[in-house]
């Protein structure tokens, strides 16, 4: 069955242009045209990934995110034509796992959210499933997390960044390595992203006796456990 992608922007042409290029890919592709009709479909049948215009009327995308963040962990890609750094980084935050700026190539969209998809399914991964570094257990398998005895929960991204630190333990890895291992693609020097999700994965490991070490003008390690 083909994947569902739900594509909400108020713009009818950018609509049918998304629409056109993701059917070519074999998706299923359902449209919005706000918010307000955005929240009701994935309220209905969540999708597997849901396009999202940031400026909207009425409800615009950062609340749409937000309330499909407090019920759902669907991958969403914000689409937005603000280039603000401040915007991505809200976007972010909110839950959004990418976003990319209009005027935009389409096929660039098609392969971001390729790329999401396939990490969500698990990125087909076949060696072997439960990796540890200190305390933290991950199991690629299950896509689970535990940190000692206890389960934690993680977003698509959050879990593959944390799975790139676990199985290289140690290793200093760099923004664009980490962006290119765990995003999939080359995310034109926008490596904030990379920062922003560190820091969630910092506030959910309360309690594990590893850490993700900031590498200044570098990137991050993960260190630990104390001797």
């Known amino acids: 069955m083909a994947q569902r992608i739900l594509v909400v922007d108020d713009e009818a042409n950018i609509r049918e242009l998304v629409r056109l290029y993701l059917e070519k890919e074999g998706f299923a592709v359902e449209l919005a045209a706000d918010g307000a009709a955005a929240l009701a479909r994935v309220r209905e049948t969540p999708p597997a990934l849901v396009v ?3 400026m909207m ?3 615009d995308g950062f609340e749409v995110c937000r309330a499909i963040r ?3 962990d669907v991958p969403i890609v914000m689409l937005t ?7 991505k980084i809200v976007g972010l935050e909110l839950g959004a796992d990418d976003y990319i700026t209009k005027p935009f190539n389409p096929r660039e969209l098609v392969a971001r959210v390729k790329a999401i998809l396939r990490r969500a399914e698990g990125g087909g991964r ?3 499933s439960v990796v540890a570094a200190g305390n933290i257990s991950v199991d690629k398998a299950r896509r689970e997390v535990h940190v000692g005895t206890a389960p934690i929960a993680l977003r698509t991204k959050e879990f593959d960044l ?3 630190f676990v199985e290289n333990p140690g290793i200093a890895l760099t923004r664009d390595q980490l962006l290119e291992t765990v995003w999939g693609y080359d995310f034109a020097g926008e490596t904030r992203t990379v920062d922003v999700h560190v820091q969630h994965l910092r506030s959910k ?3 594990a006796d590893v850490q993700i070490e900031t590498l200044r003008g570098v990137g991050y390690k993960l260190v630990g456990p104390p001797a």
């Open 205 to 207: 490991l309360q309690g």
């Open 70 to 72: 407090r019920q759902f």
């Open 162 to 164: 944390l799975l790139a």
């Open 57 to 59: 009327p009425g409800l």
């Open 52 to 54: 999202l215009d940031l």
């Open 126 to 128: 076949k060696a072997q």
């Open 81 to 87: 034509a603000r280039n603000e750094d401040i915007d």
